[in-house]
């Protein structure tokens, strides 16, 4: 059942940050978001109601940049975490979304023990 209909389709950049951050969320090692300008240094896990603040989506010519501001789990290798994250989200947003994706990049923003 694969009609094709003409038009194009318009995915708001506020969509595409819920769809980011509900991916980074369920990716092992990510204990939560943070806000991208952590105040003094020190990094506060946002709720779950707030995922988009952590995440940063900019349009570009290439297509879609993301930036993902994380707080990782204690103990937990930052640079397998942050790949898996890469793979995570470049997959939610080219499976999900189908948009053209120019680069994700992780910052993070702090490491804390998961309760």
């Known amino acids: 059942m694969s ?3 003409p038009g194009n389709l318009h995915v708001a950049n506020d969509v595409l940050a819920d769809m980011v951050g509900n991916a980074a969320l369920e990716c092992y090692g990510v204990v ?3 806000a991208p300008n952590a105040v ?3 990094a506060k896990i946002l709720p779950a109601s707030r995922l988009r603040r952590g995440v940063v989506v900019l ?5 879609v940049h993301v930036e993902l501001y994380v707080v990782i789990e ?4 930052i640079s397998a ?3 898996n994250l ?3 989200v ?3 947003l080219k499976e999900y979304a189908r948009v053209p994706l120019d680069g994700v990049e992780i910052h993070v923003q702090g490491v804390k023990v998961r309760k």
């Open 40 to 42: 003094d240094g020190i």
């Open 3 to 5: 009609t094709t209909i």
């Open 81 to 83: 975490v942050s790949q």
């Open 90 to 92: 470049t997959f939610a």
């Open 32 to 34: 939560g978001m943070a």
């Open 74 to 77: 204690y103990g937990t290798n």
């Open 59 to 63: 349009s570009t010519e290439a297509g």
């Open 86 to 88: 890469v793979d995570q």
